[in-house]
């Protein structure tokens, strides 16, 4: 928790809005996409979502492969209290509905599916086809249930995996869009995926690392990737960190107040 806090003290003191961004590409992102305040019928649609799952006091027997909860004592958790105390918040679904529709998204792939709520931001009238994967089978099962129940069966593909086994599965040519990673907070499991996946990413394509200020070790890993020679733009937006290779573009990074 006190990295937490000296982390977000810290960002607050260096980060920016869009005065002083001077990359044309990051400038348009932030200021069309990231601060886009107009309605969208997915936002409402989203709601409902949510809603659905705050209503279900259900009993689940949850398998965590991740770096463990700071909020549940044991596995067995009501889907309502990890809607509430676990999920995507609705900012940040709206920002991710508006990524995929600014960037227009076409294949995404996301590490940990949880309930699907991140998953319902991506696809909402949105053109994107979905991969997504999720260890703990009693937690697909809810999020399987909730496209259903939201029409969203044909854009996305559920795989009950871990996220070696499903990395290790992709073709060679596979690439996606965009790549959200939530799940295993930690600096060896974080780096290891950005790394197994950059074959999977092309030039545009966009990289979402989910808590990056979780931890000291979370932190590092965002560190570590965003220096890395393939990343040209990276963007700490505190809770998420972002990044591209966008190889055309000189290497910076932003801190930008969402």
């Given at each position: 928790?006190?990295?937490?806090?000296?982390?977000?003290?810290?960002?607050?003191?260096?980060?920016?809005?869009?005065?002083?961004?001077?990359?044309?590409?990051?400038?348009?992102?932030?200021?069309?996409?990231?601060?886009?305040?107009?309605?969208?019928?997915?936002?409402?649609?989203?709601?409902?979502?949510?809603?659905?799952?705050?209503?279900?006091?259900?009993?689940?027997?949850?398998?965590?492969?991740?770096?463990?909860?700071?909020?549940?004592?044991?596995?067995?958790?009501?889907?309502?209290?990890?809607?509430?105390?676990?999920?995507?918040?609705?900012?940040?679904?709206?920002?991710?509905?508006?990524?995929?529709?600014?960037?227009?998204?076409?294949?995404?792939?996301?590490?940990?599916?949880?309930?699907?709520?991140?998953?319902?931001?991506?696809?909402?009238?949105?053109?994107?086809?979905?991969?997504?994967?999720?260890?703990?089978?009693?937690?697909?099962?809810?999020?399987?249930?909730?496209?259903?129940?939201?029409?969203c069966t044909s854009q996305i593909s559920t795989h009950k995996s871990n996220f070696n086994q499903l990395i290790k599965s992709l073709a060679p040519t596979k690439t996606y869009d965009l790549i959200?990673?939530?799940?295993?907070?930690?600096?060896?499991?974080?780096?290891?995926?950005?790394?197994?996946?950059?074959?999977?990413?092309?030039?545009?394509?966009?990289?979402?690392?989910?808590?990056?200020?979780?931890?000291?070790?979370?932190?590092?890993?965002?560190?570590?990737?965003?220096?890395?020679?393939?990343?040209?733009?990276?963007?700490?937006?505190?809770?998420?960190?972002?990044?591209?290779?966008?190889?055309?573009?000189?290497?910076?990074?932003?801190?930008?107040?969402?």
């Amino acid at each position: 928790m006190k990295h937490q806090i000296y982390s977000y003290l810290n960002f607050l003191l260096n980060s920016k809005n869009q005065h002083g961004v001077h990359s044309p590409f990051v400038y348009k992102l932030v200021t069309q996409c990231f601060y886009d305040k107009s309605p969208r019928k997915a936002y409402k649609t989203w709601k409902l979502a949510k809603l659905e799952l705050l209503n279900d006091k259900t009993l689940i027997s949850v398998e965590d492969f991740g770096a463990g909860s700071r909020v549940f004592k044991t596995n067995q958790r009501a889907v309502n209290q990890i809607a509430k105390n676990v999920g995507i918040t609705q900012k940040r679904a709206q920002l991710l509905n508006r990524i995929c529709s600014y960037l227009k998204i076409e294949n995404a792939l996301e590490l940990g599916t949880s309930l699907g709520l991140g998953s319902l931001a991506m696809t909402l009238n949105n053109h994107v086809k979905l991969d997504t994967v999720e260890a703990c089978p009693n937690t697909l099962k809810r999020a399987e249930i909730l496209f259903k129940n939201f029409n969203c069966t044909s854009q996305i593909s559920t795989h009950k995996s871990n996220f070696n086994q499903l990395i290790k599965s992709l073709a060679p040519t596979k690439t996606y869009d965009l790549i959200y990673i939530d799940g295993h907070h930690n600096y060896e499991a974080t780096w290891h995926y950005f790394n197994q996946l950059k074959p999977h990413a092309h030039d545009q394509t966009i990289f979402i690392f989910d808590d990056i200020h979780w931890s000291k070790e979370m932190t590092k890993a965002w560190q570590d990737i965003s220096n890395s020679p393939e990343i040209h733009v990276s963007i700490d937006t505190f809770y998420w960190g972002i990044c591209f290779k966008r190889p055309e573009q000189a290497k910076e990074h932003f801190r930008i107040r969402i």
